[in-house]
């Protein structure tokens, strides 16, 4: 045997057989030739660290199949190591999630710096005003200098561009008002009526692919509505629960709900604590119970809270 | 390949058998110790994925074996090194599970969680531990340099676009292969997960 073939040319390597090795799901002489190529084969122990890591940032950001998490919680959670791994890869994917796109914003800026915005902008302001004021004695003092009539026209000029900006700023703060006022509309009819969707969640395949974002505005409303679109509607009655899953924790419990039927299909509707949501990933998990009284796990829904 | 005479009593490394070490990782390609470390951390991987609780500790004694036998041999002749590393990490695993029947390691971690679940003021302390780590790694991303936080923010951040088209895109636009941008991607980010840990530990 030529010592430096591949372990595993004979094998199609795939993402999905090295996600069945992290997580224990192949035969064990599989196992055996797949563990001696993540020491020795050099691509094997590239592509495999990858695949960890695509897991792991799936498995926090609640985008895992379910029978896939639930493997991950009992095979891949046992080591504390990899305890670690899944520690870090959730504060990880809330930093790297929480930041603008390269092409958008080249610099980076810290957690922190999106609190600063209000007082930049009030900062802003104020210099826009200083300026303005500036401006203006500069204006009355030039005309005791008899300045020049070209000078004069130029600060005319620049007079009338700063007036304009200011006249730019107020149409945008008006805009952002409007805005806030229709971001606030369904959150607070939330509270009274689930009919005022925030958020439709749609059955998750088995594919890792991207999160719904709900971006909630900082209002203090009571509750925030989410549709979940049913694949069949096979039960009597539903009951939601939201799961956090950088504790694994379910933190909420919907009562038990019926379905309801619209054009785009059944689905159940239920409005969640606004307080219970922090800006991070979570996902809804559904279950359903049948006539005889049996609870069945339906699926679960993946989602992104973000804050404006 | 491998026979028994291996499975000998830990010594301790000197510089020069370690420097041989170092030397003979590097199969002819000087790496300033990288050959080494990487070989440690898949061995560590391995015997971590085989839910051995001591996995650094096991790495590192394969790795003395190793040594031990080269210097006592003059040479080993197995290429590539990793594929005798990984021979020797099997006899290694096989008196680790040995020994394990004879003592049931404690995992404090996992005590710590279920008492977590009970005390409210142990879920207080896990939250603020995660307040924290988020500071660490927001001191850590601050220290890297602009292009490779651009790099792990674009490789990893959560896509509206399928992921391996925008990977395969990040990857032209920076002229290099997607084996190389993964590498890339998974150096800064462990690089990352050191520079957290560090700062936890300073707590």
């Known amino acids: 045997m030529d010592p430096h073939q591949p372990l595993l040319r004979d094998t199609p390597l795939d993402d999905q057989q090295l996600v069945r090795y992290l997580l224990g799901l192949l035969p064990p002489h599989e196992a055996d030739r797949f563990d001696e190529a993540s020491v020795v084969d050099d691509a094997v122990a590239a592509r495999l660290r990858g695949v960890e890591d695509d897991l792991v940032d799936a498995y926090v950001r609640g985008t895992l199949a379910i029978d896939l998490r639930e493997r991950f919680e009992s095979h891949y959670l046992a080591s504390p190591r990899r305890r670690e791994r899944v520690a870090f890869a959730a504060a990880f994917a809330r930093a790297v999630d929480e930041r603008p796109r390269p092409a958008a914003l080249p610099s980076w800026r810290p957690r922190w710096m999106p609190a600063l915005l209000p007082v930049l902008a009030i900062a802003a302001a104020l210099l826009l005003v200083a300026s303005a004021g500036l401006l203006f004695e500069s204006v009355r003092l030039g005309r005791g200098l008899s300045l020049a009539e070209s000078d004069r026209a130029a600060l005319d000029q620049r007079a009338r561009d700063l007036e304009r900006q200011n006249a730019d700023l107020r149409t945008a703060n008006a805009d952002i008002a409007q805005q806030l006022a229709r971001a606030r509309t369904p959150v607070a009819a939330a509270a009274q009526d689930v009919k005022a969707i925030a958020l439709v969640l749609l059955p998750q395949t088995r594919s890792v692919g991207a999160v719904p974002v709900l971006d909630l505005p900082a209002a203090p409303a009571d509750r925030v509505s989410f549709e979940l679109r049913l694949e069949a509607n096979e039960f009597n009655r539903y009951q939601v629960g939201l799961r956090d899953p950088t504790s694994n924790a379910v933190v909420w419990r919907s009562d038990w709900v019926g379905a309801k039927t619209s054009a785009e299909g059944a689905s159940v509707r239920v409005a969640v604590p606004r307080p219970l949501l922090k800006p991070q990933h979570y996902t809804l998990d559904l279950a359903g119970r049948s006539a005889s009284d049996t609870a069945h796990v339906v699926g679960s829904y993946a989602f992104e809270v973000t804050r404006r | 390949m491998v026979n028994q005479d291996v499975v000998r009593e830990d010594a301790k490394l000197t510089p020069d058998t370690f420097a041989s070490l170092l030397a003979w990782l590097d199969d002819g390609v000087e790496s300033n110790g990288e050959g080494y470390l990487e070989v440690r951390r898949r061995l560590a991987s391995y015997f971590d994925r085989r839910n051995r609780p001591a996995a650094d500790d ?146």
Not at chain 2, 149 to 164: C, F, H, T
């Open chain 2, 58 to 203: 096991l790495a590192d004694k394969t790795l003395t074996r190793v040594a031990i036998t080269l210097a006592q041999d003059g040479a080993i002749a197995t290429r590539p090194p990793a594929r005798y590393c990984f021979a020797v990490a099997k006899y290694v695993l096989l008196e680790d599970l040995r020994r394990d029947r004879r003592l049931v390691p404690f995992d404090e971690s996992r005590a710590t969680e279920s008492t977590s679940i009970a005390t409210h003021g142990a879920a207080a302390a896990e939250r603020d531990a995660r307040e924290h780590r988020l500071d660490c790694l927001d001191h850590c991303l601050q220290n890297l340099k602009a292009e490779q936080r651009e790099l792990i923010v674009e490789y990893y951040a959560e896509s509206r676009q399928v992921k391996i088209q925008r990977r395969r895109e990040l990857a032209v636009r920076l002229g290099i292969s997607m084996n190389a941008l993964a590498i890339r991607a998974w150096r800064i980010r462990e690089g990352l997960m050191a520079c957290v840990r560090q700062c936890g530990d300073r707590r």
